[in-house]
C-alpha cells in the first residue's frame, strides 16, 4: 500500500474543523461549561455549614475563595497567606481564639479546607457586620480592617480605596457572587 500525502494533508485539516465545529457547537448549546470551569463549586457543604452558623451569604463567601485560591486548599500567597480562603497565620490565630477552638493552630492546619472554610467565613462575617455592607468587608478582608478604617475618614469605601489590588479584588469578589448566584442557583439550600 502506498502513501499519499496529499490525502493525509486534505484529512487532517477536515478533521480538525469538523472537531472545531462540533466543539463550537457544543460551546454555544452548554456555555456555562465554560464559566463552570473558571468558576468551580466545591466544599458545598462546609460553606453551607460555615454561612449558615456565621450569618453570611454563602455566594459570597464562594466568591472570596474563588478569588482567593482558585479553589486550591494548598494555596500559598508570597505575603504568607494560607489556604482556600488566604488568611494570614495571626489573624487564624485572632479568629480561631474568638471562636473557643484550641490555639495555637497546629501548622499547616489551614491548608484542611474545613479549617480554613470556617475560619474564613467567620472572619468575613465579622467584617460584614462591622461595616455593614459587602464591598467595604472585603477591601478589609483584602487589605485590613485598620487600613480601611483609614481610607473611611475620607468618605465611603467606593472612593477611597487607595491600593489598586484591594479595588480590583472587591470589584472582582462582587461580580464572582452573581456569577455563582447565576451558574449554581440552590447551591446551598438545605437539603
Known amino acids: 500500500m502506498s502513501y499519499d500525502r496529499r490525502r ?5 485539516p477536515f478533521t480538525a474543523a469538523l472537531v472545531l465545529v462540533v466543539v463550537g457547537l457544543g460551546a454555544l448549546q452548554a456555555p456555562d461549561v465554560w ?3 473558571r468558576h468551580p463549586l466545591r466544599y458545598e457543604r462546609e460553606i453551607a455549614a460555615a454561612s449558615t452558623q456565621h450569618g453570611i451569604d454563602p455566594y459570597l463567601v464562594t466568591a472570596v475563595i474563588n478569588a482567593e485560591s482558585g479553589f486550591d486548599p494548598r494555596q500559598r500567597s508570597p505575603k504568607g497567606a494560607l489556604g482556600l480562603m488566604q488568611l494570614m497565620p495571626p489573624t487564624a490565630e485572632e479568629v480561631a ?3 473557643g ?3 495555637p493552630l ?3 492546619a489551614l491548608y484542611e479546607p474545613a479549617l480554613s472554610i470556617e ?3 467567620a472572619h468575613l462575617a465579622t467584617l460584614v457586620r462591622r461595616y455593614g455592607d459587602a464591598e467595604t468587608a472585603i477591601a478589609a478582608y483584602n487589605a485590613g480592617a485598620a487600613r480601611v ?6 468618605g465611603s469605601i467606593a472612593h477611597v480605596i487607595d491600593y489598586p489590588e484591594t479595588r480590583a479584588f472587591a470589584d472582582r469578589v462582587l461580580a464572582e457572587r ?3 448566584v447565576r451558574l449554581y442557583p440552590g447551591a446551598f439550600q438545605e437539603e
Open 8 to 12: 493525509v494533508r486534505w484529512r487532517y
Open 35 to 37: 464559566e463552570r470551569h
Open 97 to 99: 481564639a474568638r471562636l
Open 101 to 103: 477552638m484550641d490555639t
Open 106 to 108: 497546629a501548622e499547616g
Open 119 to 121: 475560619l474564613g467565613t
Open 149 to 154: 478604617d483609614e481610607w473611611l475618614i475620607g
Open 178 to 180: 452573581e456569577i455563582y
